[in-house]
């Protein structure tokens, strides 16, 4: 039997977390990509966090998702950087 994993119900509410090397343009890099799939996000509830030792450093970003295909675009170009190493 084949269980079909559960379907996003859109528009919704959607933290995206990205994982890095900080780094000085990081940040600026992945909020652009936000700013060009998802304007209108709230910077106000962006969550920057550094690694203990400061190397990595993780943002996480609420958009309010249109579709699949925006959250795909956003996956790829926040990839194509090269800054990117992980994105949950």
Not at 10 to 39: E, M
Not at 82 to 88: C, D, F, P
């Given at each position: ?33 936000f700013d ?34 925006q959250l795909?675009?956003?996956h790829q ?12």
């Amino acid at each position: 039997m084949s269980v079909d994993p559960p379907k996003i119900v859109f528009p919704c509410a959607y933290p995206i977390k990205v994982l890095g090397r900080a780094g000085d343009t990081f940040s600026a890099q992945v909020l652009s990509i936000f700013d060009r799939h998802a304007p209108g996000f709230s910077r106000d509830d962006v969550v920057i966090k550094d690694s203990k030792k400061g190397t990595f450093q993780s943002i996480t970003v609420t958009i309010e998702a249109q579709s699949e295909t925006q959250l795909r675009l956003i996956h790829q170009d926040l990839m194509d950087t090269g800054l990117v190493s992980m994105v949950i």
